[in-house]
């Protein structure tokens, strides 16, 4: 069974469209993410999701929205998408064993393409 | 602001010459650091976690160990499977985990 898994796995857009990623993770953890990583392979944190409540947001534009309509799930959506959108995008989970203290398990990345 | 620098970019390898990464850090608060392997066109896979200085952990033939700016891996007679990037990356009390650029290990047989 897969941890954290992403759909699609692949995105190819062209500028200006909507276009949304979704991920879900079967761990049962309490905290969920979505990571960007460039061209450069910098991982870099967009946001962060704890029990459907926003606890981490990150400067990142408007057109990037988070929704977590449950613990186990945090989609992402992207309005009038750029070039410089394209990139791997990331989801991963943690639990929060005590305060601060955690393991993020990441999922297979979704590359997206803008042309 | 946290900051994460690895080193080498790139390493190449010899089948069993055994080797060391290094991750250097600057972190407001550590929660810990985090050893991932990342494979091409895959999410990356957690390693190890570190506390506190002085602690080392080992999973076949990789070893952490950190100190209070820095964390190496070691490879002991690395094999070809063992080829992929390490990332590192520092956890703050933020929960924010902030990653290196990576190490991209390549082991010749």
């Known amino acids: 069974d897969t941890a954290v898994s992403q759909t699609p796995k692949y995105l190819v857009t062209q500028m200006g469209n909507d276009k949304s990623i979704k991920c879900e993770q079967n761990?049962?953890?309490?905290?969920m993410y979505w990571y960007k990583q460039d061209s450069k392979k910098f991982l870099k944190i967009m946001f962060s999701y704890n029990n459907k409540e926003l606890i981490i947001n990150e400067t990142v534009p408007n057109r990037f929205s988070p929704k977590s309509p449950d613990k186990a799930h945090l989609n992402l959506h992207i309005n009038s998408l750029e070039l410089g959108d394209s990139a791997v995008y990331f989801c991963?989970?943690?639990?929060?064993?005590?305060?601060?203290?955690?393991?993020?398990?990441f999922g297979p990345g979704t590359r997206l393409t803008v042309t | 602001e946290d900051q994460v620098t690895q080193s080498p970019e790139a390493l190449r390898l010899q089948e069993g010459e055994s080797s060391s990464l290094n991750c250097s850090y600057t972190?407001?608060?550590?929660?810990?650091l985090f050893w991932y392997r990342q494979d091409p066109g895959k999410g990356p896979e957690f390693l190890f976690t570190?506390?506190?200085a002085g602690e080392e952990k080992e999973k076949e033939r990789l070893k952490a160990t950190l100190t209070k700016k820095e964390s190496f891996l070691h490879i002991t007679a690395p094999k070809p499977e063992d080829s992929a990037t390490y990332l590192c990356?520092?956890?703050?009390?933020?929960?924010?985990?902030?990653f290196g650029g990576g190490t991209r290990l390549m082991v010749k047989p």
């Open positions: 570190l506390y506190s």
């Open positions: 761990l049962g953890h309490d905290t």
């Open positions: 972190v407001s608060g550590l929660r810990g």
């Open positions: 990356a520092v956890g703050n009390a933020g929960n924010m985990l902030t």
């Open positions: 991963a989970s943690s639990q929060t064993i005590r305060a601060g203290y955690y393991e993020q398990y």
